[in-house]
């Protein structure tokens, strides 16, 4: 059984009064439905360190679990220090280092 993975109505813009100040945009990984990500976390750089980070990835895993999600997992850059805290804040466990390539040339 072949799973929807994008709920583009999922995606939300966060605001702050009228002002906006972030947008989050879960997403399903498996073909079950059972695995999830916050695909994209941002926060508009007036507004950071104001916890708005931590409620936009709050509101993402409310939405993957109603989506079913079981296991959401998250990653983000080994210097973003501001995304690690959001993640231990919000009960996420540290499980291992992932490693990043880029292929510039041609075949």
């Known amino acids: 059984m072949k799973t929807k993975r994008f709920y583009p109505e999922d995606w939300q813009i966060g605001y702050h009064g009228i002002k906006p100040i972030g947008i989050t945009m879960p997403q ?14 941002g926060v508009v750089r007036e507004e950071r360190k104001k916890g708005f980070g931590r409620a936009l990835q709050r509101r993402a895993v409310e939405i993957l679990q109603v989506r079913g999600a079981k296991i959401i997992v998250g990653s983000t850059d080994a210097k973003n220090t501001a995304m690690m805290k959001v993640f231990e804040s919000l009960g996420y466990e540290f499980k291992e280092t992932q490693y990043f390539y880029a292929y510039t040339g041609t075949l």
Do not use: F, Q
């Open 28 to 41: 399903l990984h498996d073909e079950g439905g059972e695995i999830g990500s916050n695909y994209y976390l």
